[in-house]
């Protein structure tokens, strides 16, 4: 799972055509400014290495709090309770995320990326403490919002620091290793997570040592980071004028709505309560108010507009959209969910847990770079969703089988092939989809793919705890309606926390849950069914075209 990269310059070839989109750059048209001078020879190379090391800790952290939650979600709960919230713990940072990357996006066009950098690593670390002091359920869905705020505010600064003080040369280097140190958080993270959580030092080190990294290395961020001024002729009351302000809260509107109704109905509310219904329409209202100001460019003008609609009208990135979208949703779903299966079926510590997801985050990282480095060499883009979609949906099916009797080994195996079928396609719309755009909506080509990659981690974590919650909470009950359990002991049950249900000395009982958590969670690959499903209708549909890509800017 490698990370958003706006280093990508790319040159389609000139042959290839799109009569929906003819939006293409020429070989002649750069992506990006080629005569900018590279501002790093103004910096001394001792500042400058030490600068990159700053630079790669806010991507390694970033990767590390997406996936940190994954194996920590029922000693959380242990301790803080409220069952009906599981999900929160893991959709709040992604949602914060993607509630918020356009905005922070266009601010960084703006303003100084050093202040911004700085306010967003101090969001970031604030998320955090709030997080490793959460006193209930309530304070910790808070805490990963904020801190989601902040890291998608340290990621696009990072990405920023790397395009203005790099020449076009370095930048495929520089941004190859954030890359790197992106999928090494999103593969520490879980292992951290329950490492924390099986110790003496509990779950909540998990997010204190956001902290301790920060502060051994704040001297860094406040002495040595230079500061830059992207429009420095502009006033700060014209910029802040120029913004789409409206736009911005309600993108923010949309996402929260959504994940809220979520989580909250079928658990807290009725699906048919007033409540529930309350926050669909509302829900629908935000979405129709956003598309329209969007769409016809109210309070905003088509060149501030927060969401680049022109892409939806244009075929190839609309399905780099949904293969993108597709392919995060696959990821993540096992993610989250593979920890929590062997906890039931093997009764594995969180750790061990957490240990037994390092083959499926590690295959995946390795051929997303496979596929990201031979891309450019075969030109053609549409052959690599076929196998993508065809895996996916080949493991998704396979784990839709499961039970709590199926082998280790090929829990593996089904899993393995999740994992490469998303490596494969994961990460290819950042370098396919500026190719497809002109020279200065780049920018706007790659917020459109962050916002698919993190709208769909936050929507498939949300459908899927709304999934687990309601129909665990069903099937436990038809397991156990014989022997008299409390609702609250069977939601205690699907946290995987202790319960009276697992401390029964009857074996039977225990068998009768786990087989009940079991096809609750084989029946979450379902959204990786669908998911592979759409990659390999969008791959029909997609041009057989070859690009002339060049990786070398950011």
Known sequence: MSPPNEATSVIPDGNSSDDTENQKTSGNEKSLDDSTPSLQQSITPWKWYSICVGLYLTALLYGLDTSIAADVQGPILETLGEIEKLSWVGIGFPMGSVATILLLGSLYGAFDIKWLYLASIILFEVGSAVCGAAPSMNAMIIGRVVAGVGGAGMYLGCLHYIAVFTSLEQRGLYNGLVGLCWGAGCILGPVVGGAFASSAATWRWSFYINLVL???????????FPRHNPQPTIS??????????VGAALNASTFTLFMVVLAYAGTTWKWSSGGSIGLWVAFGVSLVSYAVQQTFCIFTSEKNRLFPVQFLKRRTMLLLYFTTASASTSLFVAVYYVPLFFQFTKDDSAIKAAVRLLPFITLNVTFTMVSGILLPVFGYYMPWYIPSGGLMLIGGALMYTVTPSTSVGAIYGFEILIAVGAGL??????????????AHEVSAAIGFINVAQLGSISIALAISGSIYQNLGLKLLQDALQDYNYSQAD???????VKSAVFSHSNPLIKELAIKALVRTISSLYGLVIAAAALTLVSAVFMRFEKLQLKVSAG
């Open 236 to 245: 700060a009351k014209s910029k802040l004028a120029a913004v789409d302000w």
């Open 214 to 224: 920060a502060a051994v290395t704040a001297p860094i961020y406040v002495l040595w």
């Open 490 to 496: 069977l939601q205690s049950a699907l946290a995987g």
């Open 425 to 438: 396609s994961s990460q290819l719309a950042y370098a396919i989809a500026p190719a497809k755009v002109k």
